[in-house]
C-alpha cells in the first residue's frame, strides 16, 4: 500500500552543525560566531520547502544536542524529518566556515558516516517524484557508499528521478578515486549538476559541451559556470536541447551553499511544471540570495 506522507522530494545525505563568523570576517580573527547546521542534501530540502514542495531529509544524527538541533533546526523549515536515525554510539559532526579562506571539517566517526542501506529500509523511495543525493555521501565511508549504490537502484526501478550533484570534495577521497567513481555515478543518474570549474578539475573537460559528451546519458544535466552562467542539456526524442541561461550579477559575501539553493531552485521549477529556461532562472535566483551571506540558507 502506499505511504501516504511520501513527499514528492527525498534528500538523503549529512548535515553536521556549523559555526559560522557572525559577520564576513577570518575565523582566526572573528569575535562573534553563530552556531547553524549545514549539510548539501539537507540545504537543497529546506530551500525546496521554502519554495513550498512536500520534502523529507533522510540522515544520522548523534544522539546529542549538536543532532537534536539539527534535526529540529531542519524540521522547523517544515522539511519531514521521520526516517532521521539518531545514532546513540557516534556523535553529530561539525564544521567551522573560514570565509576567504574555505572551510574547516570534523567528521571522522560521526554518526551520518555509519550510513548503510539499513538507513533507508523504510523509506519509500520509489514513490519519490525526485530523489536527491550527491556525491559527499559516497566519499564518506564504504558503507555510505553502499548506501548511494542502494538508492540508485531502487529509484531506478521505480518512476521518479535521481537527481545527482557532483560536489566534489577533494579532501574526503582517497587519490585517483574521486574522477572515475564520480563520473560512474553521474552516469547513472537522471539528472546531474556539475560545475565548470570541478568537471575540468576531475575529467579535463574544458567547457558545457564537453562535459554532455562525456555524460550523455542523464536525460537532463545542469552545467554551472560561477557568475558565467548555467547550461541545461535535456535529450529528447529529437536529440539534445541546450539552454544557456546567465548567472545573476551578485556582490559575493560567502560562496559555500549557493551551488545546493541553485539546485533547489531548479528542483522546485521542475515539479512546478516549468520549462528549461525558467528552472534555470530559478536556480540562479535562489543561489543569488545565498551568495549574499555567510550562512547557507535563508531565514525562514
Partial sequence: MPDTRVPRLIAIGETMALVTPAHAEALATAQEVRLLIGGAESNVAIHAAHL????????AVGRDALGTRVRDEIARHGVDVDWVFA???APTGVYFKDPGNGVLYYRRGSAASAMSPATIAAVPLEQADFVHVSGITPALSHSCAALID????????????????????????????AAPSLLAL??????????????????????????????????LLV???????????????????RTFVPA??????????????????YLAAHLQGAGAME??????????????????????
Fill in 279 to 300: 528552472r534555470l532562472v530559478a536556480g540562479h535566483h535562489r543561489a543569488h540570495l545565498v551568495l549574499q551571506s555567510t550562512a547557507d540558507l535563508l531565514p525562514g
Fill in 223 to 241: 552545467v554551472k559556470d560561477g557568475d558565467v552562467g548555467a547550461t541545461e542539456f535535456h535529450r529528447t526524442d529529437g536529440g539534445d536541447e
Fill in 87 to 89: 545514532d546513540p554510539a
Fill in 248 to 265: 545573476i550579477e551578485t556582490e559575493v559575501v560567502e560562496a559555500v551553499g549557493a551551488g545546493d539553493a541553485f539546485a533547489a531552485g
Fill in 150 to 177: 542502494t538508492v540508485f537502484d531502487r529509484v531506478g526501478a521505480g518512476s521518479g528521478i535521481l537527481s545527482f550533484d557532483v560536489n566534489h570534495r577533494a579532501a574526503l577521497w582517497a587519490p585517483g578515486v
Fill in 186 to 219: 553521474a552516469r547513472r543518474a537522471d539528472l546531474v549538476f556539475v560545475g565548470l570549474d570541478e568537471a575540468e578539475g576531475l575529467w579535463g573537460t574544458a567547457d558545457a559541451d564537453a562535459v554532455r559528451a562525456l555524460i550523455p546519458g542523464p536525460q
Fill in 52 to 59: 513550498g514542495i512536500p520534502t523529507a531529509w533522510i540522515s
